[in-house]
């Protein structure tokens, strides 16, 4: 069975101010990785993923993502916070069963961006 | 590219009607479909993963009677809640994939509101 753990369910980040958001994941096998950006009433927006190579992923919107293998970890960055920055952001890891790639998803994490 | 539709974005409905929700892939073929489901400020919930021609594989929980999942077609699928209930009012999010493909591109969503 795969988990997701994220660590803070509310993170808050003055505007211009580093932003970090912890994910852990359980897995048996290499994972598949994701990050997605919830805004109100509407569905989810990629922002990046690991699936093989290189272990810094870039994504849209300045966000950026390291796969550590040996913390199990996936944390999202992005060096300077906007205001559009906020939202909720999910992290979710993927298993191939029944030859469907089903999602995980951790309980995500709402960022506020303080002016 | 990868974009999936959901109609309608928002349904109020009475207690003890049947309420049916579209999820298309507009611009590719989705051989997986799957269905969530989110509550207020918490993370989505699988419902059923349905392929192409198959019956849906329902979650541990979910009651395949009263959420009728049909994926007819590569480009369809419906979720049918039968006989709503207050409890039922929900976000409800389809998302789909490719063949072969890890990636599940995710619908705007649908919130359903039972009086």
């Known amino acids: 069975a795969q988990s997701v753990t994220q660590l803070g369910s509310h993170v808050s980040v003055s505007e211009g101010a580093l932003v970090l958001l912890r994910c852990n994941y359980s897995?048996?096998?290499?994972?598949?990785l994701f990050w997605y950006v919830q805004y109100p009433n509407q569905g989810l927006q990629l922002l990046l993923k690991?699936?093989?190579?290189?272990?810094l992923v870039k994504g849209i919107n300045g966000f950026e993502a390291e796969f550590k293998k040996s913390e199990t970890s996936f944390h999202l960055t992005k060096p300077s916070a906007h205001m559009s920055d906020a939202a909720e952001y999910f992290c979710a890891v993927s298993n191939s069963g029944a030859g469907s790639y089903q999602l995980t998803f951790g309980k995500g994490t709402k960022l506020s961006v303080i002016p | 590219g990868a974009v999936v539709s959901q109609h309608p974005s928002w349904v109020i409905c009475k207690s003890g009607t049947s309420v049916k929700i579209e999820c298309r892939s507009l611009d590719f073929q989705a051989t997986t479909m799957f269905w969530y489901r989110q509550f207020p400020k918490q993370s989505l919930m699988l419902m059923a993963t349905s392929n192409e021609g198959s019956k849906a594989t329902y979650e541990q929980g979910v009651e395949k009677d009263k959420f009728l999942i049909n994926h007819a077609s590569l480009t369809l699928s419906t979720l049918t809640v039968t006989s709503a209930h207050p409890e039922d009012s929900s976000f409800y999010i389809c998302s789909a994939s490719g063949r072969g493909g890890y990636e599940q591109f995710f619908g705007p969503g649908t919130r359903l509101t039972v009086l």
């Open positions: 690991y699936t093989t190579g290189a272990t």
């Open positions: 897995s048996s096998v290499p994972p598949y």
